[in-house]
T-cell receptor, first 115, second 115 residues
Framework: AQKITQTQPGMFVQEKEAVTLDCTYD???????LFWYKQPSSGEMIFLIY??????QNATEGRYSLNFQKARKSANLVISASQLGDSAMYFC????????????FGSGTRLLVRP | ETGVTQTPRHLVMGMTNKKSLKCEQH?????MYWYKQSAKKPLELMFV???????ENNSVPSRFSPECPNSSHLFLHLHTLQPEDSALYLC??????????????FGEGSRLTVL
Protein backbone atom coordinates (compact mmCIF):
# COMPACT_ATOMS: atom_id res chain seq x y z
CA ALA A 1 0.00 0.00 0.00
CA GLN A 2 1.12 3.53 -0.69
CA LYS A 3 0.87 6.38 1.75
CA ILE A 4 1.77 10.07 1.76
CA THR A 5 2.19 11.98 5.02
CA GLN A 6 2.26 15.73 5.42
CA THR A 7 2.69 16.55 9.09
CA GLN A 8 2.36 20.34 8.88
CA PRO A 9 -1.28 21.40 8.69
CA GLY A 10 -0.26 25.07 8.50
CA MET A 11 2.88 27.13 7.97
CA PHE A 12 3.74 30.83 8.03
CA VAL A 13 6.60 32.44 6.16
CA GLN A 14 7.73 36.01 5.77
CA GLU A 15 7.64 37.43 2.27
CA LYS A 16 10.95 36.96 0.39
CA GLU A 17 12.11 34.21 2.73
CA ALA A 18 12.43 30.50 1.90
CA VAL A 19 10.15 27.84 3.32
CA THR A 20 10.24 24.04 3.39
CA LEU A 21 7.09 21.95 3.29
CA ASP A 22 7.55 18.40 4.53
CA CYS A 23 6.42 15.22 2.82
CA THR A 24 7.20 11.61 3.64
CA TYR A 25 5.97 8.62 1.75
CA ASP A 26 5.74 4.88 2.00
CA UNK A 27 5.68 2.47 -0.91
CA UNK A 28 6.92 -0.95 -1.87
CA UNK A 29 7.12 -0.04 -5.55
CA UNK A 30 10.68 -0.05 -6.91
CA UNK A 31 9.84 2.83 -9.22
CA UNK A 32 7.57 5.73 -8.46
CA UNK A 33 7.01 9.40 -9.07
CA LEU A 34 6.55 12.19 -6.58
CA PHE A 35 4.57 15.35 -7.29
CA TRP A 36 3.74 18.62 -5.60
CA TYR A 37 0.56 20.55 -6.34
CA LYS A 38 -0.62 23.97 -5.24
CA GLN A 39 -4.29 24.68 -4.60
CA PRO A 40 -5.22 28.37 -4.27
CA SER A 41 -8.59 29.44 -2.94
CA SER A 42 -10.06 29.16 -6.44
CA GLY A 43 -9.92 25.37 -6.06
CA GLU A 44 -7.80 24.43 -9.05
CA MET A 45 -4.89 22.07 -8.39
CA ILE A 46 -1.78 23.43 -10.08
CA PHE A 47 1.14 21.11 -10.84
CA LEU A 48 4.44 22.48 -9.49
CA ILE A 49 7.20 19.91 -9.71
CA TYR A 50 7.95 16.24 -10.32
CA UNK A 51 10.67 13.90 -9.02
CA UNK A 52 11.26 10.39 -10.32
CA UNK A 53 12.55 7.82 -7.88
CA UNK A 54 15.54 7.04 -10.09
CA UNK A 55 16.41 10.65 -10.88
CA UNK A 56 19.93 11.41 -9.71
CA GLN A 57 19.40 15.12 -9.32
CA ASN A 58 16.85 16.92 -7.19
CA ALA A 59 14.15 18.49 -9.33
CA THR A 60 13.97 22.27 -9.67
CA GLU A 61 11.38 24.48 -11.35
CA GLY A 62 11.99 28.18 -10.96
CA ARG A 63 11.55 29.05 -7.27
CA TYR A 64 10.50 25.49 -6.46
CA SER A 65 12.93 22.72 -5.64
CA LEU A 66 12.37 19.26 -4.30
CA ASN A 67 14.67 17.97 -1.57
CA PHE A 68 14.52 14.26 -2.35
CA GLN A 69 16.03 11.90 0.21
CA LYS A 70 15.26 8.41 -0.97
CA ALA A 71 16.66 6.54 2.02
CA ARG A 72 14.51 8.64 4.34
CA LYS A 73 11.54 8.43 1.97
CA SER A 74 11.10 12.16 2.07
CA ALA A 75 10.33 14.62 -0.70
CA ASN A 76 10.20 18.07 0.83
CA LEU A 77 9.24 21.10 -1.25
CA VAL A 78 11.40 24.19 -0.91
CA ILE A 79 9.99 27.53 -2.04
CA SER A 80 12.58 30.26 -2.28
CA ALA A 81 11.89 34.00 -2.12
CA SER A 82 8.26 33.56 -1.03
CA GLN A 83 5.66 35.81 -2.60
CA LEU A 84 2.20 36.78 -1.35
CA GLY A 85 0.71 34.78 -4.20
CA ASP A 86 2.29 31.63 -2.79
CA SER A 87 -0.35 31.56 -0.04
CA ALA A 88 -2.32 28.38 -0.77
CA MET A 89 -2.72 24.72 0.12
CA TYR A 90 0.15 22.50 -0.99
CA PHE A 91 -0.27 18.80 -1.64
CA CYS A 92 2.37 16.14 -2.00
CA UNK A 93 1.38 13.17 -4.17
CA UNK A 94 2.81 9.91 -5.39
CA UNK A 95 2.21 7.52 -8.24
CA UNK A 96 3.66 4.01 -8.26
CA UNK A 97 4.68 1.93 -11.24
CA UNK A 98 2.07 -0.76 -10.59
CA UNK A 99 -0.76 1.73 -10.14
CA UNK A 100 0.28 4.23 -12.70
CA UNK A 101 -2.98 6.09 -12.89
CA UNK A 102 -3.54 6.33 -9.14
CA UNK A 103 -2.13 9.58 -7.85
CA UNK A 104 -2.26 9.32 -4.03
CA PHE A 105 -2.35 12.64 -2.18
CA GLY A 106 -1.32 13.74 1.28
CA SER A 107 -3.58 15.79 3.53
CA GLY A 108 -1.93 19.06 2.53
CA THR A 109 -0.19 22.01 4.18
CA ARG A 110 -1.71 25.48 4.23
CA LEU A 111 0.97 28.10 3.63
CA LEU A 112 0.41 31.73 4.53
CA VAL A 113 2.93 34.32 3.35
CA ARG A 114 3.12 37.40 5.55
CA PRO A 115 3.93 40.80 4.01
CA GLU B 1 -9.19 29.77 -20.04
CA THR B 2 -7.91 26.73 -18.18
CA GLY B 3 -7.22 23.47 -20.02
CA VAL B 4 -9.82 21.65 -17.92
CA THR B 5 -13.21 23.27 -17.43
CA GLN B 6 -15.79 22.17 -14.91
CA THR B 7 -19.44 23.20 -14.67
CA PRO B 8 -21.22 24.14 -12.58
CA ARG B 9 -18.75 25.69 -10.16
CA HIS B 10 -21.30 25.55 -7.37
CA LEU B 11 -24.28 23.25 -6.91
CA VAL B 12 -26.80 22.94 -4.11
CA MET B 13 -29.16 20.00 -4.26
CA GLY B 14 -31.62 18.12 -2.12
CA MET B 15 -31.24 14.45 -1.37
CA THR B 16 -33.94 13.48 -3.87
CA ASN B 17 -32.61 15.55 -6.76
CA LYS B 18 -30.77 14.34 -9.84
CA LYS B 19 -28.01 16.51 -11.18
CA SER B 20 -24.84 16.16 -13.24
CA LEU B 21 -21.36 17.60 -13.09
CA LYS B 22 -19.60 18.23 -16.38
CA CYS B 23 -15.91 18.29 -17.20
CA GLU B 24 -14.28 19.20 -20.51
CA GLN B 25 -10.59 19.10 -21.32
CA HIS B 26 -9.03 21.04 -24.18
CA UNK B 27 -5.56 19.49 -23.92
CA UNK B 28 -5.88 16.47 -26.19
CA UNK B 29 -5.35 14.10 -23.28
CA UNK B 30 -6.59 10.53 -23.30
CA UNK B 31 -7.23 9.93 -19.59
CA MET B 32 -9.72 11.67 -17.32
CA TYR B 33 -10.35 11.42 -13.60
CA TRP B 34 -12.84 12.33 -10.91
CA TYR B 35 -11.52 13.14 -7.44
CA LYS B 36 -13.46 14.01 -4.31
CA GLN B 37 -12.04 16.55 -1.84
CA SER B 38 -13.76 16.65 1.53
CA ALA B 39 -12.82 18.94 4.38
CA LYS B 40 -9.84 17.67 6.37
CA LYS B 41 -9.38 14.59 4.18
CA PRO B 42 -6.89 13.85 1.41
CA LEU B 43 -8.13 13.83 -2.15
CA GLU B 44 -9.91 10.58 -2.95
CA LEU B 45 -9.75 9.06 -6.42
CA MET B 46 -13.24 8.08 -7.56
CA PHE B 47 -13.07 7.12 -11.21
CA VAL B 48 -10.53 6.90 -14.02
CA UNK B 49 -11.28 6.72 -17.72
CA UNK B 50 -8.67 5.94 -20.33
CA UNK B 51 -9.65 6.25 -23.98
CA UNK B 52 -13.28 6.42 -22.87
CA UNK B 53 -13.07 3.13 -21.02
CA UNK B 54 -13.50 3.05 -17.26
CA UNK B 55 -10.33 1.56 -15.76
CA GLU B 56 -10.87 2.35 -12.12
CA ASN B 57 -13.83 2.50 -9.79
CA ASN B 58 -12.64 3.06 -6.26
CA SER B 59 -15.53 1.53 -4.33
CA VAL B 60 -17.68 4.54 -5.02
CA PRO B 61 -21.38 4.28 -4.06
CA SER B 62 -23.75 3.71 -6.96
CA ARG B 63 -25.43 7.07 -6.34
CA PHE B 64 -22.43 8.45 -8.26
CA SER B 65 -22.51 7.41 -11.91
CA PRO B 66 -19.75 8.50 -14.31
CA GLU B 67 -20.04 8.83 -18.06
CA CYS B 68 -17.30 9.45 -20.60
CA PRO B 69 -18.83 9.87 -24.08
CA ASN B 70 -15.50 10.85 -25.66
CA SER B 71 -11.94 11.61 -24.62
CA SER B 72 -12.70 15.29 -24.08
CA HIS B 73 -15.78 15.04 -21.89
CA LEU B 74 -16.51 13.47 -18.54
CA PHE B 75 -19.70 13.59 -16.52
CA LEU B 76 -20.60 12.65 -12.98
CA HIS B 77 -24.30 11.94 -12.58
CA LEU B 78 -25.64 12.40 -9.08
CA HIS B 79 -28.83 10.99 -7.59
CA THR B 80 -30.21 10.47 -4.08
CA LEU B 81 -27.08 11.89 -2.49
CA GLN B 82 -26.43 12.19 1.23
CA PRO B 83 -25.27 15.27 3.15
CA GLU B 84 -21.86 13.62 3.66
CA ASP B 85 -21.40 13.74 -0.12
CA SER B 86 -20.98 17.51 0.14
CA ALA B 87 -17.46 18.21 -1.11
CA LEU B 88 -15.38 19.71 -3.88
CA TYR B 89 -15.38 17.42 -6.90
CA LEU B 90 -12.29 17.82 -9.03
CA CYS B 91 -11.89 16.65 -12.58
CA UNK B 92 -8.45 16.04 -14.04
CA UNK B 93 -6.87 14.83 -17.24
CA UNK B 94 -3.48 13.46 -18.27
CA UNK B 95 -1.71 12.65 -21.48
CA UNK B 96 -0.99 9.04 -20.72
CA UNK B 97 -2.19 7.22 -17.63
CA UNK B 98 0.69 4.79 -17.81
CA UNK B 99 3.47 7.34 -17.59
CA UNK B 100 5.01 7.96 -14.21
CA UNK B 101 5.93 11.46 -15.21
CA UNK B 102 2.48 12.33 -16.50
CA UNK B 103 1.16 14.97 -14.21
CA UNK B 104 -2.54 15.57 -13.88
CA UNK B 105 -4.13 18.80 -15.02
CA PHE B 106 -7.05 19.76 -12.83
CA GLY B 107 -10.12 21.88 -13.26
CA GLU B 108 -11.24 24.38 -10.64
CA GLY B 109 -13.74 21.96 -9.19
CA SER B 110 -17.47 21.83 -8.59
CA ARG B 111 -18.45 22.68 -5.02
CA LEU B 112 -21.41 20.45 -4.14
CA THR B 113 -23.67 21.00 -1.15
CA VAL B 114 -26.31 18.39 -0.36
CA LEU B 115 -29.11 19.57 1.90
Amino acid sequence: AQKITQTQPGMFVQEKEAVTLDCTYDTSDPSYGLFWYKQPSSGEMIFLIYQGSYDQQNATEGRYSLNFQKARKSANLVISASQLGDSAMYFCAMRGLDSSYKLIFGSGTRLLVRP
Amino acid sequence: ETGVTQTPRHLVMGMTNKKSLKCEQHLGHNAMYWYKQSAKKPLELMFVYSLEERVENNSVPSRFSPECPNSSHLFLHLHTLQPEDSALYLCASSQDRTANTGELFFGEGSRLTVL
